[in-house]
């Protein structure tokens, strides 16, 4: 089972803003990576690090995190960013693991 | 560009054994590892393990131990991954995924393959 966990789903209004969160106690020591998964599509690296976009990310993705929680933002959400959303870090055993995952409806 | 590719779907029979290649371009092979990842139908993303592409040392996930082999043919950039004595709870996507990593930021997963899809069914 994983360590980290996501709602489930989530909904937005086109172009409102959305938070994505992930909470796990690694996550005080390790930084969370996201990743956004189309249906039928391989996962793509939206946001790695403390707050850094791989190249072609828009710009509307930033990252966060306090304590043991992550969060994903969308701000400005389009049509095209429905999608499952999961976080990835590290467990407790140094481990890799990713997050339940969060289903992203834009209304 | 930097990309992963797979191979294609395959069907297998229950006890029989497969093997899912991954080859690597657009960058030095040996520079980064290559991690496993599988998706079962309807379900999240499950890590599987790794290996390091300049020592050919796997790391394998607990639950991804005995019928499950990483391996490596650096002369050809590809990375394998080998189940045997499958069953029916093997069906899913298997992805994999090039390791990033960077002192204080940590490990990410960048590309991914495009997956491959074992279905195991008699």
């Known amino acids: 089972s994983s360590e980290l966990t996501q709602d489930p789903a989530v909904s937005v209004a086109l172009g409102q803003t959305v938070g994505i969160t992930c909470q796990g106690d690694s996550l005080r020591s390790y930084y969370a990576h996201w990743y956004q998964q189309k249906p039928g599509q391989a996962p793509v690296l939206v946001i790695y690090?403390?707050?850094n976009r791989p190249s072609g990310i828009p710009d509307r993705f930033s990252g966060s995190s306090s304590g043991n929680t992550a969060s994903l933002t969308i701000t400005g959400a389009q049509a095209e960013d429905e999608a499952d959303y999961y976080c990835n870090s590290r467990d407790s055993s140094g481990n890799y693991v990713f997050g339940t995952g969060t289903k992203v409806t834009v209304l | 560009q930097v990309q992963l590719v797979q191979s294609g779907s395959e069907l297998k029979k229950p006890g029989a054994s497969v093997k899912v290649s991954c080859k690597a371009s657009g960058y030095s092979f040996t520079t980064f590892g290559i991690d496993w990842v599988r998706q079962a139908p309807g379900q999240g993303l499950e890590w599987m393990g790794g290996i390091n592409t300049k020592t050919g040392n796997p790391r394998y996930a607990q639950g991804f131990t005995g019928r499950f082999v990483f391996s490596l043919d650096t002369s050809v950039s590809t990375a394998y991954l080998q189940i045997s004595s499958l069953k029916a709870e093997d069906t899913a996507v298997y992805y994999c995924a090039r390791r990033r990593s960077v002192t204080g930021t940590g490990d990410w997963f960048d590309p991914w393959g495009q997956g491959t899809l074992v279905t195991v069914s008699s």
């Open positions: 690090g403390k707050n």
